[in-house]
């Protein structure tokens, strides 16, 4: 069984995702943002993790 702030961190972004889109916060965004297209989503109140702004990853860059 996987547990922690991160398995929280996922269900709670899942319930800001649109069906068949993935959304993940920014740090997540930093990490990545150079490799996919991303639609920022605006800024959410998350319980537990206060205030973050999220994205919708779009698909994979076609520099890529």
Known sequence: MIFGPGVN???R???YAEPM???LCEETYELIK????????????IKGFGTKQLYYLDGEHPKR
């Open 9 to 11: 961190l996922a269900a």
């Open 13 to 15: 972004l899942e319930s």
């Open 21 to 23: 889109r993935i959304a």
């Open 34 to 45: 150079d490799d996919f297209l991303f639609s920022e989503c605006g800024e959410v109140e």
